[in-house]
């Protein structure tokens, strides 16, 4: 409950300063125990990235976050923008540090609580075409 308030008002501040040039939508499953605990910013990280690298470089972005419970506790990031380039290695104003730092935190959380937890980012392909990119955090409840 606390990430999703915090990341709900990070997203806000954004709007401002990019004067609401995206949308966002946060949609949480009806099974979802919003009392589980999650390693600080494990959405704040990605929709960081989200509105950093792909929503500020399109028009009428849109950011959507989705919670889902089953058997895990699964966290989703997807963005609208233009996808990852895995064509060139670099970096437009980044340091890369974020998701590592993700990974650290998350390896430290499987050590304290003994849930395993897995992510991995990827582009939304349709059609032979990028569309966006969608983060995807699964935490074992």
Request: glycine share 8%; aromatic share 8%.
């Amino acid at each position: 409950k606390e990430e999703i308030e915090y990341v709900e008002n990070y997203i806000q501040l954004q709007q401002l300063r990019f004067k609401n040039s995206f949308n966002y939508k946060i949609e949480i499953g009806k099974k979802v125990n919003l009392e589980i605990k999650v390693p600080k910013h494990v959405l704040y990280s990605y929709v960081e990235n989200a509105i950093k690298h792909g929503l500020t470089t399109t028009k009428h972005g849109i950011l959507t976050i989705k919670i889902e419970n089953g058997k895990s506790l699964v966290l989703i990031v997807e963005d609208n923008g233009g996808g990852i380039d895995t064509t060139t290695n670099t970096k437009r104003n980044s340091t890369g540090n974020g998701i590592l730092i993700m990974e650290k935190i998350y390896k430290l959380y499987t050590q304290l609580y003994h849930k395993k937890i897995k992510h991995f980012v990827e582009n939304v392909v349709e059609s032979n075409t990028i569309k966006g990119v969608r983060a995807k955090v699964e935490i074992d409840t």
